[in-house]
């Protein structure tokens, strides 16, 4: 999260970047995009819009791209494209 944070922070979201320490992934994407490693990390039904309170914010990494669905300056949902796989800890051992 230290890149998202460090994202939010140049984008002038100071407190966005704080909360970003704090997201939990509450679920995948669940497309069959092999370059999507999207996740929510609120609960929302699929398919029905955020409301009020929404805004996206498109982020500048160095590779693929970052966009977050905030409502209510809570992140909701993470679009992870084109980027080097992340770490999956499903498939770690305890």
């Known amino acids: 999260m230290t890149e998202l944070a ?3 922070a140049a984008e002038g979201e100071p407190e966005l970047a704080g909360s970003a320490w704090d ?5 995948e994407c669940g497309c069959d995009t092999e370059e999507c490693q999207s996740f929510r990390t609120e609960e ?3 398919g029905q819009p955020y409301g009020p309170g929404h805004r996206t914010i498109s982020l500048s990494p160095e590779q693929g791209m970052l966009t977050l669905d905030v409502v ?3 992140i909701m949902y993470v679009e992870v494209l084109d980027r080097a796989p992340m770490r999956d800890i499903r498939s770690r051992k305890p």
């Open 6 to 8: 460090a994202l939010l």
């Open 23 to 27: 997201l939990r992934l509450v679920g």
């Open 44 to 46: 929302h039904p699929a």
């Open 72 to 74: 209510d300056e809570r």
